[in-house]
């Protein structure tokens, strides 16, 4: 074991090597990898020193910080203590004002092309960035700099990758993803609202393993999280496939966990591994708590997926092949062509049941 | 000499800039700035009331579930839906954890850093670190090989040279008094309420579907439902869980937070003397015992103080609220020189500061993204603080007992409170004592399922089509930051004018029409600073509020024009 490796900091601090095998094995089930690869991810994370991140809040709530504090697999504590250095983050770190600007500007100057770069919230693009300023300085600037020299990008949470709330129609202070706010940089997006801090880790652990951010789709998202709609593994499935339907909240059917696709659920068009992975290390999520899905990880979803309570419309080509750049095409369509609303779930007729 | 700029404030939620004048060592003047701007109330316009909750929650996601909360009651308010007991009794439960949680969260992670020296930890003496835990808890976690095994972990991590977040503080300022083992047992503290957050937290994820943001939230009640036979409800498997949860929060409350904030506050007492600011106090109370929209009887009682007197609370009414834009960006349509009621405000933003990159805010004209919310034209103060000196002065039992008894550790007089140190006991306060209700909430809730009330919704109104063709209503919620208030009209089944007045926004208010300070401001004046360049002192100050400005950030307007009102409450 190198002196300098994680797995000496961990056994120093009393988590056996079985311990961090377990762990290993577990961040191979979150990244979708068989578990013969728990091996190769040990190996990489005994021998390679912190890499460096800064995590950066632009017009942003906080979520996706207090989502990396729920992490699990590792905690945010061996996060921050042990496995990356995170150098900048506005919600942790103990300098303010002046000091914590060096802390910032330290990374980018010294390490330039080599750190990892987190990105929270939209970027304002409208009125020279009035809309955000840290230190005096605007968002719209910040980004460039901040992203342009890191080796690459992660975006959480829908608005740092797509915009989100602030870009919500009339989009006030022209709010954008950092895609779109930064050209030529290599962005990974982790779409939620906020993100499920199992893909930060799972992202995280991609890139300290394989040495590169984890492939993505269309729309940057990474394939083990976003490759599969909720829809696709959800544990009502069978009660969408058998017609049984929830028609009231409180109804015996939503007691006893029936489909809430009447009800305005979105998990039958929204990529994302929720209803596997779950959230607070498998305590509940939306549906298994009795609320549809609103799609908070699908591009303009405040904007294509309401109302919520609003029965999914018919949307051309459902089905369970169906890739996520299709549906996401789709989907503009049906929003651009005005499609009526109430129209029958083209799924629950193909499988010959009756939907009313 | 020029002003003192701390920005960004860091520690907090959201992007709050401090500019600040001081002369011999103290603080002369001081100007609060909220940089970040969303427009969040030009979003809502035209949408359905009923979405509105999943909108506002996204102010902001450290407190998460404020916004929901006071939107469904808005809502409900505005349609006069009455929701069943047992939404009300999952809304508290969800409310109360949020509240528990997050003030530790707040006491350890964002503002433990003013106080305790990291650095100073590594030269404790693990044995009496031990001695002195043992001292004042009877924690378990508190042996010689346990302080050992934390100094150890931070001393590795300081010799590898990658300080992360700990980089670039104030380490070893003049101001950090705490001895270094009581140093490195709160760091040890630190680390273990990191793990405890994450997991008393999953009471709200069962019963919220997930934290942060939780997705159960209804106008009329909560989308959980209840069935104790049935594997996809609240049952008797959920009801041992939310109880086991609810009884580690209140040990480590009791065992932890508790004796560490009178230990640290113990060293910090000067700090009973700096921070005052207004003096008025402001709590819309919270915790309803009924289910009556906007009722007044609830757990923690509805007041106002003024100036400090003790000795009288009165009462509140929505409609004595105004907001300026005097020195915000915004401009109103009859001029900035008046304020309006959050029913006939208006949104019409309009940044006139200086091009970024800017070194000072012009502070004589406008210079925040935050209103300036007025009660009776007087700035408020609002938090932990406020709630518990009204409960305090209404004669609250428990907050009675507690708050006495604290004053009595710490050997200092109820004058006390009204200081930087008093928002911080405060807030410990609070926290013990609705982590003491949440097994009493469990069980309000397990008795009406005893008596085979599984009612989580009311759905006679849930149909746009059953309402009138306008309404208009607000609902209230007490925020872990304090009172919060939201005001919507609702005209044809949609969205036509929603306005947020929020804790932060009182909080961190600019001045108004007359010149008066909002309580940052009020408070810093007076604080000394030992070194300009090292301001630890503005730090603790502010985050005694605990400031959340994605919150404060004014919001929400839909329409900028005023509507002829329709019915008034």
């Known amino acids: 074991m190198e002196k300098d490796s994680l797995l000496h900091d961990l056994s120093q601090k009393g988590v056996s090597r079985r311990e961090f095998m377990k762990f290993c094995t577990a961040m191979a089930a979150a990244l979708a990898l068989p578990s013969s690869f728990a091996p190769q991810i040990a190996e990489a994370i005994e021998k390679k020193k912190k890499p460096t991140l800064v995590w950066v809040e632009y017009q942003d709530c906080a979520g996706n910080t207090e989502s990396l504090l729920r992490a699990t697999k590792p905690t945010v504590a061996d996060l921050v203590l042990d496995i990356i250095s995170v150098d900048y983050h506005e919600t942790i770190m103990a300098a303010a004002g002046k000091q914590a600007e060096k802390s910032l500007f330290d990374v980018i100057n010294n390490q330039k092309g080599n750190y990892i770069a987190v990105v929270e919230g939209s970027i304002p693009m409208k009125d020279d960035g009035v809309y955000c300023t840290i230190g005096g300085r605007s968002a719209t600037d910040l980004v460039q700099q901040v992203c342009g020299n890191a080796l690459a990008t992660i975006a959480v949470g829908t608005c740092a990758c797509y915009g989100g709330l602030p870009a919500a129609h009339p989009n006030p202070t022209g709010a954008v993803g950092v895609k779109d706010a930064v050209s030529g940089i290599k962005v990974v997006n982790l779409p939620g609202c906020p993100v499920n801090v199992e893909n930060i880790t799972a992202t995280v652990v991609h890139y300290l393993t394989f040495g590169a951010l984890p492939s993505t789709d269309r729309l940057g998202r990474p394939y083990f999280a976003y490759g599969e709609r909720i829809h696709d593994h959800c544990e009502r499935r069978a009660h969408f496939d058998a017609g049984q339907f929830v028609r009231q909240w409180g109804d015996e059917g939503h007691r006893q966990g029936w489909c809430l696709y009447q009800m305005g659920c979105k998990g039958p068009e929204t990529f994302k591994n929720c209803s596997v992975v779950k959230y607070n290390e498998g305590t509940s999520w939306p549906v298994q708590a009795g609320h549809g899905c609103i799609g908070c990880a699908s ?46 779930a083209s799924s629950a007729r193909k499988s010959g049941h009756k939907e009313e | 000499m020029p002003k003192i700029v701390v920005d960004p404030i860091t520690r907090i939620e959201g992007h709050l800039r401090i500019e600040a004048k001081v002369e011999g060592g103290k603080i002369v003047d001081a100007w609060s700035s909220s940089t970040m701007f969303r427009g969040i109330e030009l979003i809502l316009k035209d949408r359905d009331p009923r979405d509105a909750w999943a909108f506002t929650q996204r102010i902001c996601g450290v407190c998460t579930t404020v916004h929901a909360t006071a939107s469904v009651r808005a809502v409900e308010n505005a349609l006069g839906i009455v929701i069943p007991d047992n939404a009300r009794i999952i809304r508290n439960l969800i409310s109360g954890i949020q509240q528990v949680q997050d003030h530790v969260i707040h006491f350890y992670h964002l503002h433990a850093l003013d106080w305790v020296d990291i650095v100073s930890a590594l030269k404790a003496d693990p044995a009496k670190t031990s001695e002195l835990a043992q001292s004042i808890s009877d924690w378990p976690k508190s042996s010689t090989t346990y302080f050992k095994a934390i100094q150890d972990r931070i001393k590795a991590f300081v010799e590898n040279g990658q300080l992360g977040p700990f980089a670039n503080a104030y380490w070893g300022h003049p101001a950090y008094k705490l001895p270094a083992e009581a140093n490195l047992m709160a760091v040890a503290h630190y680390l273990e309420a990191l793990d405890w957050q994450r997991d008393v937290i999953k009471m709200q994820a069962l019963l919220g579907a997930k934290n942060p943001h939780a997705q159960t939230y209804l106008v009329g009640g909560m989308s959980i439902p209840i069935d104790p036979n049935s594997e996809n409800a609240i049952n008797a498997g959920s009801i041992a869980f939310l109880k086991s949860k609810a009884a580690e929060a209140l040990d480590f409350v009791q065992k932890v937070y508790i004796p560490d904030l009178l230990a640290v506050a113990s060293f910090y007492k000067d700090w009973a003397g700096y921070g005052a600011g207004l003096g008025n106090y402001l709590s819309y109370g919270d915790f309803p015992n009924d289910c009556e929209s906007n009722t007044k009887n609830q757990w923690l009682p509805q007041g106002i103080i003024k100036n400090k007197d003790l ?32 029913w006939e405000g208006e949104t019409n933003y309009k940044y006139s500061g200086p091009k970024p990159p800017y070194e000072f805010l012009d502070t004589d004209n406008k210079y925040t993204w935050l209103k300036a919310p007025r009660y009776e034209e007087m700035a408020m103060e609002v938090g932990p603080l406020s709630r518990m000196l009204v409960a305090y002065a209404s004669g609250h039992k428990r907050v009675k007992a507690v708050v006495d008894s ?6 200092v007089g109820a004058e006390a409170l009204f200081s930087t140190l008093g928002r911080v006991a405060a807030r410990g306060i609070e926290t013990l004592i609705v982590a003491e209700m949440l097994p009493l909430w469990i069980d309000e809730l397990v008795a009406n399922i005893a008596k085979g009330d599984y009612k989580v919704h009311n759905g006679e109104l849930w149909d746009p089509s059953t309402w009138p063709k306008e309404a208009q209503g607000y609902g209230f919620h007490e925020a872990p930051r304090g009172a919060l208030g939201h005001w919507i009209i609702i005209k044809d089944g949609k969205i036509a004018n929603y306005q947020c007045v929020v804790p932060s926004t009182w909080n961190g208010s600019p001045r108004d029409a007359k010149g008066q300070r909002g309580a940052y401001e009020a408070s810093l004046i007076g604080t000394p600073v030992a070194d300009p360049n090292k301001p630890v002192e503005i730090l603790r100050t502010v985050h005694s509020f605990d400031p959340c400005m994605s919150c404060a950030v004014h919001l929400v307007d839909a329409t900028g024009k005023e509507l002829n009102m329709i019915k008034v409450l």
Do not use: C
């Open chain 1, 299 to 344: 591009p303009n979803f405040w904007d294509t997926m309401t109302p919520f309570y609003r029965r999914l419309p018919h949307a051309p080509g459902v089905s369970i092949e169906t890739t996520a750049d299709k549906i996401g095409l789709g989907l503009a369509a049906a929003a651009a062509a005005g499609v009526a609303v109430h129209a029958v």
């Open chain 2, 406 to 411: 604290v004053l009595q550790k710490l050997g």
């Open chain 2, 311 to 342: 000795g009288k609370v009165y009462p509140v009414d929505h409609k004595k609220i105004s907001e300026y834009v005097t020195h915000s960006w915004y401009e109103y349509k009859e001029g900035d020189a008046k304020g309006k009621h959050p």
